[in-house]
C-alpha cells in the first residue's frame, strides 16, 4: 500500500503484517474490477508471503522441522490405501472443493442467503414437513380460488369454439357483461384506483375516442414488415426521437419502442451483457439497489446474468452509493437506479451512481419506467429535483413508459441509449436461416403497429406543454397528501420524502395493513400494499384530477386512521392478515409456491373446486 520495503523488528510484526495482507488481498480479490490486475496481483503476493517465511528465522529453527513432521504423518497416513485409491480420493476431493467453491462464489448472494436457502429446502424434502407446507399451500389457494371467481357472476365459461360464430348483437353483449365484471370504469370514473389508468379527468372520454381512431386506422399494420407500412415506421423512429430529446439526449441518443417497462429492462440488460462480453466478461453481474423493480431480476434469470443486491438507506430509502460501490467486481456490467422507485417514491442519486459507472467503465440504467413523462418537468415546475437523464455524465440507458404518464394504451414503452454502440447489442440477428436474412429490434418479430399509432397519436396530441400542465398537477397533489400525512394525520407517517407521483405511509403505532379494510373495502380506494417494511402507497394520476378527489382521500384517510387508532394493538383480519402473514415466513420459496399456484389459477376458465 505505501509502495516501499518494510522492515520488521520481529517475527510477531512479520506475522501480523502477512496477516493483514492476506486479509487486503481477499478484499482486493472481491471487490476491485480489473481480472489480470487481481490475478497478477495474487500471484506476486503469494510468491512474496511463501518467501518471507523461507528467508525467517523462526522457519530455519521450528518451521523446516514442522514440514518435515507433517510430510511424514502424511505419507504414514496415506500408507495405508492403495496408489489407485489416493488418486480417486484426491479427484474427489479436488471436484467437491470445486463445486463448492463455484456454488459460493458464482451466485452473487450473501453466504447467509445461501445458506438458508439450503436448509430450507433441505427441511422441504422431508416428508412429514412437505406435506403439511403443501396442506396450507392449497388451503391458502382455495381461498384465492374464491376471491378470483366470485367476480364473474352469470358467466358461461367458454372451453371450446363455438360451432358456429356469434353474431354482431351477440358478441356486443357478451362484451358489454365481461366488461362490467369487477366495474373497472366505474371504478376508474370515481377516481378511486392507485396508478393502474393513467388517464382520465374531464376529457377522458374524448381522449379514449382520439385513441381509438388512431389504432383503428392502423389496426392490422406491423412493422415487422417496413416496406409494406411505412408510415409506422415514421412513427416509432418519431415516438424514439421525441422521448430521446424529453431525456437530455442528443444527436446520437437512439432507442428502440417495446412493449412495456419490463421488455425495455430486459433489452438494456441483454444490450449490456453482449456490449461487456467484448472485453472478455463471461460471468456477468448487475448491481442494483433492493428497490429496484424485479423486471431486473427477471432479465438476470433469462439473460443468466447475476444480480447483487445492496440495501438502501433506511431513513431516506434512496440507495447508498458507498455500498453500490463495494458490490462491484470486473464481472459488473451495469449498475441501476430508480426514478423515482416504485415502492416508496423517492429517486436514487443518480449523479453519483452515473460517476460510479464511469469511474469503472460500466454501463448506467435509469429506470424511469414510473416517472417517464412527469419526472423531466418537475425541476422545470420549481420543485427541488436531482438530475437523472442523459444530461448526468455517466448515464448511458434510460427506459421510460409511455403506457403510464405518456397516456398511451398499455403495453406502449421505450429504451434509449447514449450511443448506438449498445443499441446494437439489444438486436438479435440471424443470418443463415433457409427463410431468408432475419433481424429484430427487440423480443417480438410481429409487433402492435395499432399501438405504435395510438402512442404517437398520445404524444403529438399532449405535446410538451401538455405533458407539463399534467406533471404541474400530479405534483401539486402529491406534495399536498404528504404535507397532510406529515403534519395533519395523528398515528400515520411518511416512510420517505416522496420526490414523485408515489406517496408511501407506515404506521409506528399500529399495522398499518389494518388501513386496507377501512380504506380499500369499507370505502372502495385501490391502494399498493408493501412489504419489507410493512407499508401503504398511492400512485396519482390524472384520474385524480377530478374536482373533490383528492379532499375525499385526505378525508378517508384521516376517517380511517382514527378508526384504527382506537384500537391500535387489535391484529389483522381477512386478506390483510394473509399479507402480513406472509412477510414473516422466512422461506420464501412458500411465497413462490403461492403464487405460482395463483398464476395458475389466473389461467382457468371456471373455478375447479
Not at 121 to 127: A, C, G, Q, V, W
Not at 182 to 208: E, L
Request: include cysteine.
Amino acid at each position: 500500500k505505501n509502495k516501499g520495503i518494510i522492515y520488521f523488528h520481529s517475527p510477531q510484526q512479520e506475522q501480523l503484517a502477512i496477516l493483514k495482507g492476506i486479509f487486503l488481498l481477499v478484499r482486493l480479490c472481491l471487490n476491485k474490477k480489473k481480472m489480470f490486475v487481481r490475478l497478477k496481483a495474487t500471484l506476486f503476493f503469494i510468491a512474496a508471503v511463501v518467501y518471507g517465511v523461507l528467508q525467517t528465522e523462526w522457519y530455519a529453527s521450528k518451521g523446516s522441522v514442522c514440514l518435515a513432521k507433517l510430510m511424514q504423518d502424511f505419507n504414514d497416513f496415506a500408507d495405508k490405501f492403495e496408489h489407485w485409491q489416493i488418486v480417486v480420493g484426491s479427484i474427489l476431493v479436488w471436484v467437491i472443493l470445486s463445486k463448492v467453491v463455484c456454488f459460493l462464489w458464482h451466485r452473487n448472494r450473501g453466504f447467509k442467503a445461501i445458506f438458508l436457502d439450503f436448509v430450507f429446502e433441505t427441511l422441504r424434502k422431508i416428508p412429514f414437513v412437505k406435506a403439511k407446507v403443501d396442506a396450507e399451500v392449497s388451503k391458502n389457494l382455495a381461498g384465492l380460488e374464491h376471491d378470483l371467481f366470485e367476480k364473474y357472476p352469470g358467466w358461461k365459461a367458454n372451453r371450446e369454439l363455438p360451432s358456429q360464430g356469434l353474431g354482431d348483437e351477440e358478441l356486443h353483449a357478451k362484451l358489454d357483461q365481461l366488461a362490467s365484471f369487477g366495474d373497472p370504469d366505474g371504478r376508474h370514473a370515481t377516481g378511486k384506483m392507485s396508478g393502474t389508468v393513467y388517464v382520465g379527468g374531464k376529457d377522458f372520454k374524448q381522449y379514449t375516442k382520439l385513441i381509438l381512431d388512431a389504432y383503428a386506422r392502423f389496426a392490422w399494420a406491423n412493422p415487422l414488415h417496413l416496406d409494406v407500412f411505412p408510415g409506422v415506421r415514421q412513427m416509432e423512429s418519431e415516438i424514439v426521437r421525441m422521448a430521446c430529446t424529453l431525456f437530455g439526449g442528443d444527436a446520437d441518443t437512439c432507442g428502440c419502442h417495446t412493449s412495456g417497462g419490463t421488455e425495455s429492462i430486459l433489452m438494456a440488460m441483454k444490450a449490456y451483457r453482449e456490449f461487456h462480453a467484448r472485453r472478455g466478461v463471461t460471468r456477468p453481474n448487475i448491481v442494483v439497489p433492493r428497490t429496484a423493480h424485479p423486471a431486473f431480476d427477471k432479465a438476470c434469470e433469462y439473460f443468466k446474468i447475476g444480480i447483487r443486491k445492496v440495501d438502501e438507506d433506511p431513513v431516506t430509502r434512496m440507495a447508498i452509493p458507498s455500498k453500490m460501490e463495494f458490490a462491484i467486481d470486473s464481472n459488473t456490467i451495469c449498475i441501476v437506479g430508480t426514478c423515482p422507485q416504485y415502492p416508496h417514491g423517492c429517486v436514487d442519486p443518480i449523479s453519483e451512481l452515473a460517476a460510479l459507472a464511469k469511474k469503472y467503465g460500466i454501463g448506467m440504467h435509469v429506470d424511469c419506467c414510473l416517472g417517464s413523462f412527469v419526472v423531466p418537468f418537475i425541476k422545470e415546475l420549481g420543485y427541488d429535483f436531482p438530475d437523472f437523464d442523459f444530461r448526468v455524465d455517466g448515464v448511458t440507458s434510460i427506459s421510460a413508459d409511455t403506457h403510464k404518464f405518456g397516456c398511451a394504451p398499455k403495453g406502449s414503452s421505450v429504451v434509449m441509449y447514449r450511443n448506438s454502440d449498445i443499441l446494437k447489442c439489444q438486436y438479435a440477428m440471424y443470418t443463415n436461416w433457409p427463410g431468408g436474412v432475419y433481424g429484430t429490434p427487440a423480443m417480438a418479430g410481429s409487433r402492435s403497429g395499432p399501438l405504435i399509432a395510438s402512442t404517437w397519436t398520445a404524444m403529438m396530441h399532449h405535446g410538451y406543454e401538455g405533458y407539463r400542465s399534467n406533471a404541474a398537477f400530479i405534483m401539486s397533489a402529491s406534495k399536498r397528501i404528504a404535507n397532510a400525512i406529515r403534519d395533519d394525520i395523528e398515528g400515520i407517517e411518511l416512510l420517505c420524502e416522496p420526490q414523485g407521483p408515489v406517496v408511501a405511509w407506515t404506521s409506528s403505532s399500529f399495522n398499518v395493513l389494518r388501513l386496507l379494510k377501512p380504506l380499500g373495502k369499507e370505502r372502495g380506494w385501490d391502494l399498493n400494499t408493501l412489504q419489507f417494511p410493512s407499508a401503504i402507497h398511492i400512485c396519482i394520476t390524472m384520474a385524480h384530477s377530478i374536482p373533490g378527489t383528492i379532499d375525499r382521500f385526505l378525508q378517508d384517510l384521516a376517517d380511517a386512521t382514527a378508526e384504527v387508532m382506537e384500537s391500535p394493538d387489535d391484529h389483522l383480519t381477512g386478506q390483510a392478515a394473509l399479507y402480513g402473514q406472509s412477510q414473516q415466513i422466512p422461506d420464501r420459496s412458500i411465497i413462490k409456491d403461492l403464487l405460482k399456484g395463483y398464476l395458475v389459477l389466473a389461467n382457468e376458465v371456471e373455478a375447479r373446486h
